[in-house]
């Protein structure tokens, strides 16, 4: 016993120790990779509790006050609510208390950059008070996620419109006849691949001897979408690139698969349900490394924004001093200048697009948290899911068409 007892210390201080190596070396170039990683974990443990998580929740008596017990899908609906609440709320506090940092003088740059035993217990300790929290609240929190959901959609259709004209800028901006071909090649991968998908659509959600007329209609409006994006492209008033017209109909179409995808198994128009529980694992396996990717690549590009930097006050040294200064005092002069450097992102809104992926995270989870009861295990699954990519790729084509067309509606106004 008293052996098991040391055993059960000394792994307790390995652990403890290990945990408090690992937040000391995260620096300010990792930091943003950090957050990451808690978002990461958010998902594994939301996953893991919608697994397991059911047979205990209905034991709470304050979670499970009903005269009847509901089915096991509501209380994994529920747990997956409750982390990303507590995510929500962790990120949410820190995304307010960041508004206004505009340099590294700030105390609360240090913040942001450290502390990571402090803010890896207090995002612990938000999950867990989350199930001691009534069901009404958790309840209005599923509301608010299909909004905040959608502004996340969003975020994600700018960034993506904001890297592609970048991409298209960076090849033309060589000026050299390979790079030249190198954007057609891609462009016309990127349309072959688009019309190979439509055909794989048609024959996979509008099967013969079905009346799949809402299927039809988006299919074919996603092909007029991209037919569109090359007329108002090529046309000699706006003279266009191809390749963010290729690149994002690739994407439309992209929306439109996984929109189609998205529709309950039961559908007779839904050629998936064949497979539906091969379709179950991948979906969800799938659904979470996207989610990952995407969060990630949201978070460190929407936070880089470079209209957030501002010229230091004071000149350029143009050399050293003639007459050098003591070297303490000098290395605090160093310190200092490093100091009142400018933020290179916005440390709030670097914070936002984790709380509104948080939300968008749970709606994956629990399928809009509207189809688990209909589609079981299936993540990301139901009509509400359908709608909302569909929107979204439409929003995408009319936002592209949009920063095509708007300088020569306004041509004094700069985008």
């Not at 008293?2 to 937040?23: G, I």
């Not at 000391?24 to 998902?43: D, N």
């Not at 590009?301 to 143009?318: F, I, W």
Request: charged content about 15%; aromatic content about 14%.
């Amino acid at each position: 016993m008293w052996a098991a007892s040391c055993l059960a210390s000394c792994c307790a201080a390995c652990a403890c120790d290990a945990c408090r190596t690992v937040v000391s070396g995260i620096s300010r170039q990792s930091a943003r990779i950090a957050y990451c990683g808690l978002f990461s974990l958010s998902l594994i443990v939301s996953w893991i509790l919608r697994e397991v998580a059911a047979p205990l929740m209905e034991k709470i008596p304050w979670i499970n006050h009903f005269h009847k017990t509901p089915d096991r899908e509501w209380f994994e609906t529920d747990a997956v609510l409750r982390v990303s609440l507590g995510n929500f709320l962790f990120f949410t506090i820190l995304a307010i208390f960041m508004i206004g940092v505009k340099n590294q003088k700030d105390p609360r740059d240090n913040m942001h950059h450290g502390g990571w035993m402090m803010k890896v217990i207090c995002w612990c300790i938000l999950v867990i008070l989350m199930f001691f929290i009534p069901n009404e609240i958790v309840s209005f929190y599923e509301a608010s996620s299909k909004f905040g959901s959608g502004l996340f959609l969003l975020v994600q259709v700018v960034l993506l419109l904001d890297f592609v004209h970048g991409w298209n800028d960076k090849w033309v901006g060589y000026d050299e006849q390979f790079w030249y071909i190198a954007l057609l090649l891609v462009s016309l991968v990127c349309y072959v691949a688009s019309f190979s998908f439509s055909g794989l659509l048609f024959y996979l959600f509008v099967p013969s001897g079905q009346d799949c007329g809402l299927n039809t209609f988006f299919i074919v409006m996603t092909l007029i979408i991209v037919v569109l994006f090359a007329i108002v492209t090529l046309h000699p008033s706006v003279g266009g690139s191809i390749l963010p017209a290729s690149v994002i109909s690739l994407y439309c179409m992209y929306l439109c698969y996984s929109g189609l995808a998205s529709e309950p198994r039961d559908y007779e128009c839904n050629g998936l349900h064949k497979h539906s529980k091969a379709v179950s694992t991948g979906t969800l396996t799938v659904g979470l490394l996207t989610t990952v990717l995407s969060v990630v690549y949201s978070a460190v590009r929407a936070g880089s924004s470079t209209t957030l930097l501002s010229p230091p006050s004071s000149p350029r040294a143009a050399g050293k001093p003639l007459l050098p200064l003591d070297k303490a005092v000098a290395e605090q002069e160093h310190h200092e200048k490093e100091k009142s450097k400018p933020v290179t992102y916005s440390y709030s809104f670097f914070h936002l697009i984790f709380s509104l992926a948080s939300m968008y995270s749970a709606m994956l989870l629990t399928g809009w948290s509207t189809s688990v009861g209909e589609s079981g295990k299936l993540v990301d699954v139901g009509w509400p899911s359908v709608w909302v990519r569909i929107l979204t790729g439409w929003a995408t084509a009319a936002l592209f068409l949009w920063s095509l067309v708007a300088p020569i509606i306004f041509p004094d106004r700069e985008f």
